[in-house]
């Protein structure tokens, strides 16, 4: 994969947790339909260029934008 798609990735999912702030990474990746491993590194790039955060515990807390 490029690094053109991972970005098309990483915006996707960006405007998804724009679209529904609080939602899950399991929901995400139902969304999605990607892999568990794609969609945690899509966040954690997220979360490192501070555009989307998580609130909440870890089983019931979800993402919200910044």
Known sequence: ???ASANQ???AINEAIKDSPGINKPK???LF???RATVE???AELV???RIEHR???KTGGYYPL
Request: proline letters at 0%; hydrophobic letters at 35%.
């Open 1 to 3: 994969m490029g690094a």
């Open 9 to 11: 990735e990483h915006e």
């Open 28 to 30: 995400l990746i139902k």
């Open 33 to 35: 339909g990607k892999s």
């Open 41 to 43: 590194r899509a966040i």
């Open 48 to 50: 490192s260029a501070s």
């Open 56 to 58: 909440g515990s870890n």
